[in-house]
């Protein structure tokens, strides 16, 4: 294992060779859906009542009460209130998450109309999916850049060779634990350099520096990949 190892250093030497081990997890995994560009128009008719209300929560009209179909291309942060920005309270979005989920649970539409039924599964499922991206700092980052029309680099060009040889010993460090115990040291190291990472995001996004943002989010992408690896040394370790 050694062996490869020094080979694929050297070839890292020579060339932007990325560097990611047998049990990492592809970059491309992390990617976000393309996100809609909307122009600011004004709300749709409602379907119910038909009338050009402002919508309250985004959903419900406030004429006649109804739940409105659901906006797949609504900003997740408007769906939340929060401003468009990476820095955000995660007390606050969990606690936002959770009073929308209660407006559009299932249980309070099971007697209503079978179109608003349908609505509350669907706002339901995308206020989920806005969730989990706003609440993971690389899916945030990532969503914002999609935000601004840009998207990440398809190799590791934004990345010096010094990284991607300290990720090659950190997987090799993986690659040699023989326990849990060192395992878990490994992952703790990675857990402080991933918050380190997002709270540079944070400054990177205020700066409108994109490109300096791009190359943190491919850095944290290989973090989370020797993470992955961690975790499937670990379940390893306990299965043997």
């Given at each position: 294992m050694?062996?490869v190892i020094n080979g694929?250093?050297?070839a890292v030497?020579?060339t932007n060779y ?6 990492t997890?592809?970059l491309e995994?992390?990617?976000l859906p393309?996100?809609?560009q909307?122009a ?5 008719a409602?379907?119910n009542?038909?009338k ?11 004429d ?7 906006d ?6 408007d ?18 998450f959770?009073?929308l989920q ?9 007697n209503?109309?079978e179109?608003?039924q349908?609505?509350?599964?669907d ?5 989920n ?9 690389i899916e945030r980052?990532?969503?914002l850049?999609?935000?601004e ?6 190799d590791?060009?934004?990345l010096?060779k010094e ?6 010993e950190?997987n090799e460090e993986v690659?040699?634990?023989?326990d849990?115990?060192t ?7 990675l857990?402080?350099d991933l918050d380190k ?5 944070n ?7 994109i ?7 491919v850095e944290?992408?290989?973090l989370?990949?020797?993470?992955n690896?961690i975790k499937q040394k670990?379940?390893s370790?306990l299965g043997s």
């Amino acid at each position: 294992m050694r062996s490869v190892i020094n080979g694929l250093k050297s070839a890292v030497r020579a060339t932007n060779y990325s560097p990611l081990g047998r049990n990492t997890v592809p970059l491309e995994r992390f990617r976000l859906p393309e996100v809609r560009q909307f122009a600011a128009e004004s709300s749709p008719a409602c379907w119910n009542c038909q009338k050009q209300s402002k919508l309250k929560q985004n959903m419900i009209c406030s004429d006649c009460g109804h739940l409105q179909d659901v906006d797949a291309g609504i900003n997740y942060f408007d769906l939340l209130s929060f401003p468009t920005q990476f820095s955000l309270e995660s007390q606050k979005l969990t606690k936002n998450f959770r009073q929308l989920q209660t407006i559009v649970h299932p249980d309070k539409y099971s007697n209503k109309t079978e179109r608003e039924q349908t609505n509350s599964a669907d706002w339901s499922s995308l206020i989920n999916k806005a969730y989990k991206t706003l609440a993971t700092p690389i899916e945030r980052g990532q969503y914002l850049l999609q935000l601004e029309g840009e998207e990440m680099p398809q190799d590791n060009s934004a990345l010096n060779k010094e990284f991607l040889m300290a990720m090659m010993e950190r997987n090799e460090e993986v690659e040699d634990a023989e326990d849990t115990q060192t395992l878990e040291e490994l992952n703790a190291q990675l857990i402080k350099d991933l918050d380190k990472m997002s709270q540079k995001l944070n400054t990177l996004f205020a700066a409108k520096d994109i490109q300096g943002v791009k190359g943190t989010l491919v850095e944290m992408k290989y973090l989370l990949s020797i993470q992955n690896s961690i975790k499937q040394k670990q379940q390893s370790l306990l299965g043997s």
